[in-house]
Antibody, heavy 119, light 110 residues
Framework: EVQLVESGGGLVQPGRSLRLSCIVS????????MSWVRQAPGKGLEWVGFIRGNTYGGTTEYAASVKGRFTISRDDSKSIAYLQMNSLKTEDTAVYYC??????????WGQGTPVTVSS | QSVLTQPPSVSAAPGQKVTISCSGSSSNIGNNYVSWYQQLPGTAPKLLIY???KGPSGIPDRFSGSKSGTSATLGITGLQTGDEADYFCGTWDSSLSAVLFGGGTKLTVL
């Protein structure tokens, strides 16, 4: 059974940083792209970015709204994906989901971790 | 305002059929695969359809997907009250180099 478990969310002040983690089990982690998707309260899904698997060099892509502030990385030895969020803004408040993908679709999602950016 | 356009809501009676549309452009739906996700209240999204019309293992064949040009459609037959959820389409945009989601459609089973 595939499991994705996010952690690291919480309340943070604007301008500060936060790092989310996503521990994955049940798949050959290194073979897959790992994505982060967020959902603001009462809103739809917003793609944050992804990191490709080993076969594609582990390169990253980001949404314009987070580019330059957020960084996605992975530790294939531990089957963990990370989302480093810097210079946080109030509009970054959302539930953050990690998921793994094949091609352009997201196969399975974690339960999400909430992030609140507020002073 | 999402680049992919979905109706905000649809409704139908139990046992009936409903379709949800997702409209885009040549840089996204027109030249890339479409996927669909179901989000039940208070839960994480779940993959329903991938590569336009393929259903993952475990998804009932009451759910179907299709694509024509720059639009895609999710169909649900034999509606059940347990199908009440938000439904999102998704695809890659080659011009933006970004994954896009539609704004979501809330399905009510009357």
């Amino acid at each position: 059974e595939v499991q994705l478990v996010e952690s690291g969310g919480g309340l943070v002040q604007p301008g500060r940083s936060l790092r989310l983690s996503c521990i994955v089990s049940g798949i050959n982690f290194g073979d897959y792209a790992m994505s982060w998707v967020r959902q603001a309260p009462g809103k739809g899904l917003e793609w944050v970015g992804f990191i490709r698997g080993n076969t594609y060099g582990g390169t990253t892509e980001y949404a314009a709204s987070v580019k330059g502030r957020f960084t996605i990385s992975r530790d294939d030895s531990k089957s963990i994906a990370y989302l480093q969020m810097n210079s946080l803004k109030t509009e970054d408040t959302a539930v953050y989901y990690c998921s793994y993908g094949l091609g352009s679709y997201l196969v399975s999602w974690g339960q999400g971790t909430p992030v609140t950016v507020s002073s | 305002q999402s680049v992919l356009t979905q109706p905000p809501s649809v409704s139908a009676a139990p046992g009936q059929k409903v379709t949800i549309s997702c409209s885009g452009s040549s840089s996204n739906i027109g030249n890339n695969y479409v996927s669909w996700y179901q989000q039940l209240p208070g839960t994480a999204p779940k993959l329903l359809i991938y590569d336009n019309d393929k259903g993952p293992s475990g998804i009932p064949d009451r759910f179907s997907g299709s694509k024509s040009g720059t639009s895609a459609t999710l169909g649900i037959t034999g509606l059940q009250t347990g199908d009440e959820a938000d439904y999102f389409c998704g695809t890659w945009d080659s011009s933006l180099s970004a994954v896009l989601f539609g704004g979501g459609t809330k399905l009510t089973v009357l």
